[in-house]
């Protein structure tokens, strides 16, 4: 079972579902023997099948590929997709071991159990069950290169701010402390009472947000207190800098602007009254420069698209399957705003031009941050184990997207990120109190797929 499909064997036969109206994709007698095991991927839609012949049967759902056999020494018991997409691993008599790109990996666990029981995947690493000692075993896949790691915090981080111009790493902790890394030197300026979500800034201040209710400001470049305000009346999950004001978003339902970096108020969105949702909770947001559009992620399965006309704001409820808009980026040269939601992961892209809502594939992965690549088109996503890189271009009258992944499932959940432009290098912090440096010649580049993405709901 997987999110988009229902696989079932009786002997030699396969027949695969769509979960969303039950359709039959596939139903076809295969002659590998009784099945053993069944692995379906959603995104490029597989389906791999091992039965009692030394082979694997990869099958597309999409008719986009031919049938392919993999010939598979000592044979396999099960099966399970990489959080990467297109890696396979197979748990047989001869051993733990990974396909991919047409080829068995170097990396294998050639006494990884006694006898290969069930074997699950996801961005944590592989389990794989030993059928003689009823014992579960845990491994460490993929191999996204690190090219450094600080210790910052004991403390699990929520928000990443690059100042490149400077050289130094700022990063907001759960405890109410924000680091500074500059050079190999970790600095903590103590402050807020609750976990830091949020931080944004110019050459000459920082701000930041937390669930304290309070916002922030600090001198740069020696991190002097210079305001600090009880800004909203619950927490404050997201800021941003636009037009020269700060932004605010909160879980009271307001999005706010405020006067930088005097920390003066500036105006109050109510986005409760302006759309009838008297328990509205807000979390990302992206504002137009002309201060006259906005696209408003909630914790209540929904997007809010404002428009200003005449003076006044004008609210559209935009239905997610996330339960919180968690992340927003526009690329502007493409007139296009990426939506991460999270509970579960979910991706989304919306159109300025023609505000449509369009489904991004996830590959499954339970991502936490997203990001700039650096270039006009592009996004990182990072998450549990997993770095993925999303293009996006126009085509015909909607969207494509190229797709690649790398996993490296040790590295935990990278919780917050930022991209440094001047030094092409993503700064990722994660759920052990770590901040990876990770270069963008180690970004996943080569797309594993490109898919056309299905619009949600049309303007």
């Given at each position: 079972?997987?999110?988009?499909y229902?696989?079932?064997s ?8 769509r ?17 053993r095991?069944l692995?379906?991927l959603?995104a ?7 039965g009692?012949?030394?082979?694997i049967r990869?099958?597309s759902l999409d008719?986009a590929q031919p ?7 000592r044979?396999?018991?099960s099966?399970?997709?990489s959080?990467?997409g297109p890696?396979?691993?197979?748990a047989g ?15 294998h ?8 029981g069930m074997?699950r995947?996801?961005?944590?690493g ?7 000692a009823h ?13 450094a790691?600080?210790?910052v ?8 701010h690059v ?12 405890n109410?402390t924000?680091?500074?890394?500059q050079?190999d030197r970790?600095?903590?300026?103590p402050?807020h009472?609750?976990g830091?979500?949020?931080?944004a800034g ?5 701000a ?8 922030a ?6 991190m ?7 800004s909203?009346d619950?927490?404050?999950?997201q ?11 909160s879980a ?7 006067r930088?970096p005097?920390?003066e ?5 109510d986005?409760?009254a302006?759309?009838?949702v008297?328990d ?7 504002v137009?420069?002309?201060?006259s ?13 404002l ?22 980026l526009?690329?502007?040269s493409l007139?296009?705003?990426?939506v ?14 023609t505000?449509?809502?369009y489904?991004?594939?996830d590959?499954?992965?339970?991502y ?8 006009d088109?592009?996004?990182l996503l ?11 271009e126009r085509?015909?009258g909607g969207w494509r997207?190229?797709?690649?992944a ?7 959940t990278?919780?917050?990120?930022d991209?440094?432009?001047l030094?092409?290098?993503?700064w990722?912090?994660?759920?052990y ?11 996943p ?8 993405l ?6």
């Amino acid at each position: 079972l997987s999110r988009s499909y229902l696989a079932a064997s009786a002997g030699p036969r396969v027949g695969v579902f769509r979960t969303s109206d039950a359709s039959r994709v596939l139903d076809e007698r295969l002659d590998v023997g009784e099945v053993r095991d069944l692995a379906l991927l959603d995104a490029p839609p597989k389906l791999a099948v091992a039965g009692r012949e030394p082979e694997i049967r990869l099958l597309s759902l999409d008719g986009a590929q031919p049938e392919q056999t993999i010939p598979v020494q000592r044979g396999a018991h099960s099966l399970a997709w990489s959080s990467d997409g297109p890696s396979l691993l197979v748990a047989g008599e001869g051993g733990l071991s990974v396909w991919r790109d047409r080829a068995f990996l170097p990396e294998h666990f050639a006494n990884a159990v006694r006898r290969c029981g069930m074997l699950r995947v996801d961005g944590g690493g592989a389990l794989l069950l030993d059928g003689d000692a009823h014992r579960l075993a845990s491994f460490d896949m993929g191999t996204l290169p690190v090219a450094a790691s600080y210790k910052v915090s004991a403390q699990e981080s929520w928000a990443v701010h690059v100042d490149a111009a400077r050289d130094t790493v700022v990063v907001g902790a759960t405890n109410g402390t924000l680091y500074t890394l500059q050079g190999d030197r970790v600095s903590a300026h103590p402050l807020h009472a609750d976990g830091v979500t949020a931080l944004a800034g110019d050459e000459s201040y920082l701000a930041s947000a937390s669930d304290d209710r309070t916002l922030a400001i600090w001198r740069l470049p020696d991190m002097t207190l210079q305001w600090r305000s009880r800004s909203h009346d619950f927490l404050i999950n997201q800021i941003g800098l636009v037009a020269g004001q700060l932004w605010s978003s909160s879980a009271d339902g307001t999005l706010k602007s405020w006067r930088w970096p005097a920390l003066e108020e500036d105006q109050s969105l109510d986005l409760r009254a302006l759309t009838g949702v008297k328990d509205l909770q807000l979390h990302a947001f992206w504002v137009d420069s002309s201060l006259s559009r906005a696209l408003v992620g909630t914790w209540n399965a929904r997007l809010i698209a404002l428009d200003r006309r005449d003076g006044k704001w004008v609210a559209k409820s935009l239905p997610i399957a996330s339960l919180g808009a968690y992340h927003v980026l526009e690329l502007p040269s493409l007139h296009l705003v990426v939506v991460e939601g999270v509970q579960p992961t979910r991706l989304y892209a919306y159109d300025l031009d023609t505000k449509t809502l369009y489904e991004v594939p996830d590959l499954g992965n339970a991502y936490s941050a997203l990001t700039s690549d650096g270039s006009d088109n592009g996004v990182l996503l990072a998450g549990l184990g997993v770095l993925a890189s999303y293009r996006f271009e126009r085509s015909g009258g909607g969207w494509r997207a190229h797709i690649a992944a790398r996993a490296r499932s040790e590295l935990g959940t990278m919780s917050a990120a930022d991209f440094d432009p001047l030094h092409h290098r993503l700064w990722a912090a994660n759920s052990y109190g770590n901040l990876l440096a990770i270069d963008a010649a180690a970004f996943p580049r080569e797309p594993s797929f490109t898919v056309a993405l299905p619009a949600v709901n049309g303007p």
